[in-house]
């Protein structure tokens, strides 16, 4: 089996997703994991497929034909192996919004090698100020050797008024 990584952007409407599903069945693939969005009319998404081998190529140019009807297939090569042992955190951010604070966040975790796996963001008025509040979600592979509580200290340093949360997601 080959497996797959599709991303897939197009205009949302009913059965967008029922298509895709569609071409994957009729090339005996199977849809192992996805994660998908609507967001301003626009739909993204990023699954992961196994298929046989012999029918790889069929659905891959199954796929690229949905650029007819306006869906944008972007096909990439998918691996079945572990990552390195790390341990997953969830990681809750709540903070002033300012420009730049997604890179800061994100740089500093690239430096103390922790990975991204799942990001949620948003920004929503504060309760009683109305000021801009930023809020992040995150799924975070943390090396081994890094603890909870120097990874805490050094997100805190991004900004006084940052609170940060993180927990064991084991």
């Known amino acids: 089996m080959d ?68 869906i944008r297939v972007l096909v990439g090569e998918g691996s079945t192996g572990q990552a390195a042992a790390s341990k997953p955190i969830l990681m809750t951010l709540v903070g002033n919004d300012r420009s730049g604070i997604v890179r800061e966040i994100t740089a500093l975790l690239s ?17 009683m100020s109305g000021d801009p509040l930023f809020n992040a979600e995150a799924l975070l592979q943390v090396p081994p050797t890094l603890s909870l509580e120097t990874l805490q200290a050094s997100l805190e340093t991004l900004a006084d008024d940052l609170m940060v949360e993180l927990r064991n997601e084991e």
């Open 111 to 127: 430096k103390q090698g922790v990975n991204v796996e799942r990001l949620i963001t948003d920004v929503r008025p504060a309760p």
């Open 3 to 70: 497996h797959l990584v599709l991303t897939i952007i197009a205009a949302d409407k009913p059965g967008l997703v029922e298509r895709i599903a569609q071409n994957i069945a009729d090339h005996g693939g199977n849809w192992l994991e996805s994660r998908m969005a609507h967001m301003a009319g626009q739909f993204a998404g990023i699954l992961r497929v196994s298929v046989p081998a012999q029918s790889r190529q069929a659905l891959v140019a199954a796929l690229e034909d949905l650029s007819t009807h306006g």
